[in-house]
Nanobody, 123 residues
Framework: QVQLVESGGGLVQPGGSLRISCAAS????????MGWFRQAPRKEREFLGH????????VYADSAVGRFVISKGDARNEVTLQMNGLKPEDTAVYLC????????????????WGQGTQVTVSS
C-alpha cells in the first residue's frame, strides 16, 4: 500500500503562483511514477503531468505546459507541483496519484490517490 497526502492548497489571486506538495509513504519503493491531476466542479478529472519516480523524467499535458512544473520535493518521497500565472479556471481540487506499474506506451495507470487539496484562484 502507498499512502499519499497533498498539502499547500489555498486561495491565490489571478496571476499568482502556488506550490503544492504530495508526500508518499508506505511501499514507496513500488512506485514507478507520480502524477498530478485536478478536478473542477462539474468537470472530468484532468491529467496535468507525471514524473518518473527514479529517473525524474517529466511529461506534461498540453494544458500544463509553460505554467506548471512537477518536481521532486526537498523532503524524501515528496513531489511538488509549482503553478504559475494562475487563472480562475485553474480553480479545482488538485490530486496526486502513484503508479506501481511500468508505463505502457508512455502512459501510467494509477493505483493510489490522495484526498486532494483545494486551490481557488479568485480576487
Amino acid at each position: 500500500q502507498v499512502q499519499l497526502v497533498e498539502s499547500g492548497g489555498g486561495l491565490v489571486q489571478p496571476g499568482g503562483s502556488l506550490r503544492i506538495s504530495c508526500a508518499a509513504s508506505g511501499r514507496t519503493f513500488d512506485i514507478y511514477a507520480m502524477g498530478w491531476f485536478r478536478q473542477a466542479p462539474r468537470k472530468e478529472r484532468e491529467f496535468l503531468g507525471h514524473i518518473s519516480w527514479r529517473g525524474s523524467r517529466r511529461v506534461y499535458a498540453d494544458s500544463a505546459v509553460g505554467r506548471f512544473v512537477i518536481s521532486k520535493g526537498d523532503a524524501r518521497n515528496e513531489v511538488t507541483l509549482q503553478m504559475n500565472g494562475l487563472k480562475p479556471e485553474d480553480t479545482a481540487v488538485y490530486l496526486c496519484a502513484a503508479s506501481i506499474r511500468p508505463e505502457v506506451a508512455g502512459v501510467y495507470e494509477y493505483d493510489y490517490w490522495g484526498q486532494g487539496t483545494q486551490v481557488t484562484v479568485s480576487s
